[in-house]
């Protein structure tokens, strides 16, 4: 059983930066992404990569302010998030499956980091 867990949550201040790790216990084949889940809300896929050819996607909240990176020798994947807004505040969850677009292909998630952004 593949564990994932999450670190690199914290507060900050709108415009700040954060960067999230991702660690598994063993390598993930298909692919590793983050999600996120704001309180009262649904949790909404924000960026996947896929080790097969590594390519990479974000959703459209996502794109131009956060990257995902990863390193197979580590079994990391990473999120640097600049440029937050309140609106980013969430719950974000490691994720790894087969399709890392959707929830329900996804077979390991973390236990989740908080990231906190203030206006």
């Known amino acids: 059983q593949v564990q994932l867990v999450e670190s690199g949550g914290g507060s900050v201040q709108s415009g700040g930066s954060l960067r999230l790790s991702c660690t598994a216990s063993?390598?993930?084949?298909?692919?590793m992404g983050w999600f996120r889940q704001a309180p009262g809300k649904k949790r909404e896929g924000v960026a996947r990569i896929y080790s097969i050819n590594d390519r990479k996607y974000y959703d459209n909240s996502a794109k131009g302010r956060f990257t995902i990176a990863h390193d197979k020798t580590k079994n990391t994947v990473y999120l640097q998030m600049d440029n937050l807004k309140p609106e980013d505040s969430a719950m974000y969850y490691c994720?790894?499956?087969?399709?890392?677009?959707?929830?329900?292909?996804?077979?390991?998630w973390g236990h989740g980091t908080r990231v906190t952004v203030s206006s």
């Open positions: 994720a790894a499956g087969q399709d890392c677009s959707r929830e329900q292909g996804i077979t390991h």
């Open positions: 063993e390598s993930t084949p298909y692919c």
